[in-house]
């Protein structure tokens, strides 16, 4: 099986590497950011020693194309798109939030509501809710944004204004872009039969000082769906949802011991686990973006990659 989990490319004018856990971002002359998606596999904060066939193509592809749909309500950082893995982009100031927005009881929010807790980043989730309900109105909850391999934690509104990590009069920026891409979302995913449950927005500032989308958007590592046919009938009859998501393999991890707590093991994947989690992906672009997956030549990606970079920067 042919991957890319690293790189390490020399470009024209290069200024720097940031390795994240699926993508590789290269500065270049202090202006553009070459963003390549990895076909690494990260799950509760750890990447999985296999690479995924596909994966990094499948996650650009969405991305890039939901920048496209969403670029006339909330500007964003891309320039072009020269690989199926690459994207390239203005150089921007990430912000040191994330910001998660939830429409529905699922994952992180419904393992915290099954303990008990009904406050969720300081707001309040009501009682009487099974998992995979509908919230009356989605609700943003906002994490830290991890460096260093470490924990996304959740932060309360107050708290990021509070410690000064973003600036009120951007944060209320931040929180009307982060509701009005979700309802975007929301609309696009509807007319392709999916319910988009919960997802997670990241935002930069440019060198102009506008705040800009940057990193990824609606892919299945950041996003939740649900297949919207059957979906009340299986909350009635309290039924696990049909989604699609990257909750397959945290579930299969789960299942297999581990959540990412220090002193697990992660599980050996066999091959054909590796292949079954490629072919969910594939499946997960076709029925996000209602179009036919076209599977680009993996025989020697880092030099397909290198070559198509290069003959952008000239």
Same mark, same amino acid.
């Given at each position: 099986m042919n991957t890319i989990t690293t790189t390490d490319f020399s470009f024209p004018n290069q200024k720097s590497v940031y390795r994240g856990k699926v993508r590789e971002v290269y500065t270049i002359n202090d202006e553009l950011l070459v963003m390549i998606a990895t076909d690494r596999l990260s799950a509760f904060d750890?990447?999985?020693?296999?690479?995924?066939?596909?994966?990094?193509?499948?996650?650009?592809?969405?991305?890039?194309?939901?920048?496209?749909?969403?670029?006339?309500?909330?500007?964003?950082w891309l320039i072009a798109t020269p690989d199926p893995n690459v994207a390239i982009?203005?150089?921007?100031?990430?912000?040191?939030?994330?910001?998660?927005?939830?429409?529905?009881?699922?994952?992180?929010?419904?393992?915290?509501?099954?303990?008990?807790?009904?406050?969720?980043?300081?707001?309040?989730?009501?009682?009487g809710l099974q998992e995979n309900d509908k919230f009356l109105n989605p609700i943003i909850t906002p994490t830290t944004k991890a460096e260093n391999g470490s924990h996304d934690e959740d932060i309360a509104r107050e708290a990021i204004l509070a410690n000064g990590i973003v600036s009120e009069a951007d944060y209320l920026v931040l929180e009307k872009y982060t509701r009005a891409l979700f309802q975007r979302g929301t609309e696009i995913a509807a007319s392709r039969g999916l319910i988009l449950v919960d997802t997670k927005y990241e935002f930069g500032k440019t060198k102009s000082g506008e705040i800009v989308l940057i990193d990824e958007i609606h892919?299945?590592?950041?996003?939740?769906?649900?297949?919207?046919d059957g979906y009340a009938e299986r909350q009635k009859n309290k039924e696990e949802q049909k989604q699609l998501s990257k909750e397959f393999v945290r579930?299969?991890?789960?299942?297999?011991?581990?959540?990412?707590?220090?002193?697990?093991? @992660?599980?050996?994947? =066999? #091959?054909? %686990? @590796?292949?079954?989690? =490629? #072919?969910? %992906? @594939?499946e997960l672009f076709e029925n996000i973006l209602g179009e036919k997956f076209i599977k680009a030549d993996i025989s020697n990606i880092h030099e397909r990659i290198e070559k198509n970079v290069l003959n952008y920067l000239r």
């Open positions: 750890v990447v999985m020693p296999k690479g995924i066939p596909y994966k990094g193509q499948i996650l650009n592809q969405i991305a890039t194309k939901f920048m496209h749909l969403t670029s006339d309500i909330v500007p964003n982009g203005h150089l921007c100031e990430p912000f040191k939030v994330e910001m998660v927005i939830r429409g529905y009881l699922s994952g992180h929010a419904a393992r915290e509501y099954a303990s008990g807790k009904r406050m969720i980043c300081g707001v309040p989730m009501p009682d892919t299945p590592d950041s996003s939740r769906y649900f297949y919207a579930r299969w991890l789960i299942e297999n011991g581990f959540q990412g707590k220090e002193g697990q093991q @992660i599980p050996a994947m =066999s #091959e054909e %686990y @590796i292949e079954t989690v =490629s #072919e969910r %992906y @594939i």
